[in-house]
């Protein structure tokens, strides 16, 4: 069953405005990690940032945040003052306890300048 | 450089033909995972190894594909019979548990395999 959820094939975004990309997740473990990472055209994955289901702050790393809502099973991301270099795909994954990482499909991120 | 890196980068293949791809991941790191990407798409998880014990393998992974760690530092995945279905982009990642916590996992660049 699919366990990750970006229910946004593609976004838009105009330069210097934020944009949030949506994740949900399905998951009983109580221990996860939830991660986003960005994919540009050029192809590598690069880590963005990471929440973990204890944290009780949300996380944040530059220009990104996650919103996590944990009762909805939510970790969007929130990139703030968008640049033309944030075009790209970007990924929502998740890790239980002991297990392997899954993706979802992705969103596909467009700056306009 | 001391990230994970896969060889070959590009490999293009006659169907039918094996192939075989290698991955090193970063040193420390003992946890290892390989994934296939098709265009459009999130990566799918094909395995991974915990050191050098293999832990999970998807039913993506049919018994055509068959991948190792043998001393739990690099790991090889090899396609036997290549057929025109597996041309992809094939990930390699590396990680390192720590506790109860969880690290990210950094990539490799990919070997993009073409079967014609």
Redesign the interface.
């Known amino acids: 069953a699919q366990k990750i959820t970006q229910t946004q094939p593609g976004m838009f975004v105009q330069e210097k405005e934020a944009v949030t990309l949506d994740c949900t997740y399905d998951t009983s473990d109580p221990s996860y990690g939830l991660f986003w990472y960005k994919q540009p055209s050029s192809g590598e994955m690069i880590f963005l940032i990471y929440q973990g289901s204890y944290d009780q702050q949300n996380a944040t790393e530059g220009r990104y945040s996650l919103n996590f809502q944990k009762a909805r099973k939510s970790a969007n991301l929130v990139i703030s003052a968008s640049q033309l270099g944030d075009s790209a795909m970007y990924f929502c994954a998740m890790r239980e306890a002991n297990n392997d990482m899954r993706f979802g499909a992705g969103t596909r991120l467009t700056v306009k300048p | 450089d001391t990230g994970v890196s896969q060889d070959p980068r590009h490999k293009i293949t006659k169907r039918g033909q094996n192939v075989t791809f290698r991955c090193d991941p970063i040193s420390e790191h003992n946890r290892l ?1 390989w ?1 296939r990407q098709t265009l ?6 094909l395995t ?1 190894f915990q050191n050098e014990a293999q ?2 393998k998807s039913r993506l992974l049919s018994d055509r594909f068959s991948a190792e760690r043998p001393k739990g530092s690099f790991s090889t995945l090899e396609i036997q019979r290549t057929e025109q279905g597996d041309s992809a ?1 094939y ?1 390699c ?1 590396s990680t390192r548990t720590r506790g ?8 490799g ?2 070997t993009r395999l073409t079967v014609v």
């Open positions: 995972y994934y459009g798409q999130g990566p799918e998880f991974y832990l999970e982009m990930l990642a109860q916590g969880y690290t990210e996992a950094f990539f660049q990919g």
